[in-house]
């Protein structure tokens, strides 16, 4: 009986979830970047600390995130959802989810394209 009520929860869950992100990614918005922790990929009602790299301004929220950004160049990049390509978070457009997570793309076409899908 436990295997059989293991199975069942298992099956749930997993047929659930991707509708539960469909819904939570459909209500995704773009925000500003100064906006936008780049480390913890979270947006903050206020704007966040600016770092320099590389020419660039990137946004961390405590000093931990500026060293981050200022000496890991993996934490300035993401990859685009919908393109699969790598982004430079500086120029990225970024969208929020509504639990604060962030999504980042290389270009407004492609966020449209994300959030179109995910009201689907």
């Not at 295997?3 to 469909?22: E, K, Q």
């Not at 590389?54 to 300035?76: F, H, I, Q, V």
């Not at 790598?86 to 990225?92: G, L, M, N």
Request: contains cysteine.
């Amino acid at each position: 009986m436990k295997t059989f009520m293991t199975f069942t929860f298992a099956c749930l869950v997993s047929f659930s979830l991707p509708a539960l992100a469909a819904t939570a990614d459909s209500k995704i918005e773009i925000v500003p970047n100064e906006k936008v922790c780049m480390v913890t990929d979270a947006v903050f009602p206020k704007k966040q600390i600016p770092v320099e790299a590389n020419g660039k301004t990137y946004y961390g929220c405590c000093e931990n995130c500026k060293k981050t950004l200022s000496e890991d160049a993996k934490a300035r990049a993401a990859v685009d959802p919908v393109s699969g390509k790598s982004v430079d978070k500086a120029s990225a457009v970024i969208a929020a989810r509504e639990d604060g997570s962030v999504i980042y793309f290389e270009n407004k076409k492609n966020f449209e394209k994300f959030k179109a899908q995910a009201s689907k």
